[in-house]
């Protein structure tokens, strides 16, 4: 790729939008007031917003490796933090994608180095479903339900910190857990019923603050 061209790219997507509305950048620069905060993969096939037909602004945004949301990573929890606490968004959506390399090298046994603390967290994963994931005979299809369970376990994660739990108290915020087919390109809701999922656990985790029910995705 020439880099060069990036910043006529850059040019041409600036003159464009000015062309649909004179005011764009200005009213751009004015702040944030997203309703969703979308918490996805890196994967470069993956663009966030581009998925969901959104503009900028619509949602905040947080990417890494396989859309994790480890309690001991500082980067995901202050996002979950600012954008729950500060910005006062309504939805929190996890989203993993099919065809993930991360999910995919974590079903792999071998030695990758500096990734291998970040790829053990989906390995707990499979640890958590191995009954269920090594009853799937093809490879393929136990690779797709790992991405849908990963997703599954951090929404868990994520209602799990204060920020939501207060935010589901005081203003009905949901999480919502998806996931991205870059086959197909349609993006499918796995309409995850977090009341029964954690109905026998929550106890563990439900902090003074929060009524006992957990708040969950509305159609």
Request: charged share 25%.
């Amino acid at each position: 790729m020439d880099i060069s061209q990036i910043f006529k790219n850059n040019q041409n997507w600036v003159q464009s939008k000015l062309n649909q509305e004179a005011n764009y950048f200005s009213d751009l620069s004015k702040g944030q007031t997203p309703d969703i905060l979308y918490i996805g993969c890196s994967d470069s096939r993956v663009s966030a917003e581009e998925l969901m037909g959104i503009a900028p602004g619509e949602a905040f945004i947080h990417r890494n490796i396989a859309n994790m949301v480890p309690n001991s990573d500082l980067n995901v929890m202050s996002v979950i933090n600012y954008a729950v606490e500060h910005l006062k968004v309504n939805h929190v959506v996890v989203c993993g994608h099919y065809y993930c390399g991360g999910v995919q090298a974590a079903m792999k046994s071998g030695d990758l180095g500096i990734l291998n603390p970040w790829l053990r967290n989906i390995r707990d994963v499979y640890r958590t479903h191995k009954n269920e994931l090594s009853a799937i005979e093809n490879e393929e299809h136990r690779y797709k339900r790992l991405v849908e369970l990963n997703v599954e376990e951090q929404c868990i994660n994520v209602i799990k910190t204060a920020e939501v739990q207060k935010a589901q108290r005081d203003r009905g915020l949901t999480v919502h857990g998806w996931v991205f087919d870059v086959h197909s390109g349609n993006l499918i809701d796995l309409n995850i019923d977090f009341k029964k999922l954690l109905e026998n656990i929550m106890e563990i985790y439900r902090l003074d603050l929060a009524d006992p029910e957990v708040q969950t995705a509305k159609p």
